[in-house]
Structures are given as structure tokens and as C-alpha cells.
């Protein structure tokens, strides 16, 4: 099945890690086969990683991003997942992170990230009464 990405001018996404940017038009692309795609407001960047659910959330896109590096992330995302966890109470939070947690263990990471934003918003609403950015 191809996916159709309909991009705004200047609009930057990433295929397999590298990073593309539209021109100065609107475009649509179709992918025919399987890619890692994020685009860029679905982009943590390094410097933005200051909340736990937002490590979970960088250690899967990483994974999701470059294979290369899953092995070192897959061990922070054991990691800071299980930290996440230890700390919660809430039940659907809780739901959340088994969730995607086995996400990540069938190697689904864009489903993965797509749960963890679940994460986000719970923590940012918790921690700071703002809506959560990514």
C-alpha cells in the first residue's frame, strides 16, 4: 500500500534519516514501498528532550529513524520507560505505556511514537497545564 504525503512550501521531513525539505510549492509524494517517514513537526529534536515521556518519545523515534542505533536506544527506552512507570498511578497512563512498550518489542515504533504522544499529553497536563509540543 502507498502513502500519499501532501507537503506544505518549505516543509521538512525525514525518509530513512535523511532530512528533505519541499521547495517553495505545495507537493505530493507517494512512497510505493516501506520507509521510515516522520515529518517535521513529528521531530524531537536532541535539544528539546527535558521531560521524562519526551526521552521515551526520542528513544523510539531514534530507533524508528536509523537502525544503526536501536540496539543503544532500545536499552535507554527499557530504561526510561520503566522509570515512567514507576512513578504512575494512573491507570490508563499505565495502559498506555504497556502498550507501547510492546509496540517497541514488535518493532512498530511509528505506532509506537503515535501511543507515546498519549504519554505527552498526560505528563504535560500533570506537570504543566499546557498542551504538549511534538
Known amino acids: ?48 528532550v527535558d521531560t521524562p515521556s519526551k526521552r521515551i518519545y526520542f528513544a523510539i523515534m531514534s530507533m524508528y529513524l536509523d537502525e544503526k542505533v536501536r540496539p ?8 526510561r520507560m520503566s522509570e515512567f512507570m514507576g512513578v504512575l498511578t494512573d491507570p490508563e497512563a499505565l495502559s498506555t505505556c504497556v502498550a507501547v512498550s510492546q509496540c517497541v518489542m514488535d518493532r512498530q515504533y511509528y505506532k509506537g511514537l503515535t501511543l507515546c504522544r ?13 498542551p504538549a509540543s511534538v
Not at 543503544?72 to 530504561?79: A, C, G, I, L, N
Not at 498519549?118 to 499546557?130: A, G, P, T, V
Request: aromatic content about 8%; cysteine-free.
Open 72 to 79: 543503544r536506544f532500545y536499552e535507554e527506552f527499557v530504561m
Open 118 to 130: 498519549k504519554l505527552l499529553d498526560f505528563e504535560s497536563e500533570r506537570l504543566h497545564h499546557e
Open 1 to 48: 500500500m502507498a502513502l500519499k504525503l501532501t507537503l506544505k512550501p518549505g516543509e521538512k521531513f525525514v525518509i530513512n534519516g535523511a532530512v528533505i525539505a519541499n521547495g517553495d510549492r505545495r507537493a505530493t509524494l507517494v512512497l510505493h514501498n516501506k520507509a521510515s517517514i516522520l515529518r517535521e513537526r513529528d521531530i524531537l529534536k536532541a535539544d528539546d
